[in-house]
């Protein structure tokens, strides 16, 4: 019966989303959308609490999750014609230092 609630439902769907997140990250993963890629793979990590307090954190994540991604994905089609010292969303509190940026 517990893994039927609507709460452990969309928690396998988290799982198949991220999933599928990664791969299109990895499919097209360069040197200019990297730090967006390392942010992308970390919004997970911001998914807390339990009912009510996990809902909010769930829209939350992915409403962050949608402004990088389309960033993302806009980078990837520029390929390396971008600004490296810009971000168009504010990754600050999810930066990591995996990626170099621009020619730096």
């Known amino acids: 019966m517990f893994g039927y609630s609507a709460e452990r439902r969309i928690e ?4 198949s989303d991220y999933e599928a997140l990664i791969a299109e990250l990895a499919a097209a993963l360069t040197s200019a959308n990297c730090a967006l890629a390392v942010a992308l793979a ?3 990590d911001q998914i807390r ?8 954190s769930i829209a939350a994540a992915k409403a962050m999750e949608s402004k990088i991604l389309s960033d993302f994905r806009n980078r990837a089609s520029m390929g390396n014609q971008h600004d490296g010292d810009r971000d168009i969303v504010d990754l600050s509190p999810l930066r990591l230092s995996y990626c170099a940026r621009g020619s730096r």
Do not use: A, H, T, Y
């Open 42 to 44: 970390g919004i997970p």
């Open 12 to 15: 396998r769907q988290l799982i």
């Open 49 to 56: 609490g339990f009912g009510p307090v996990k809902l909010q």
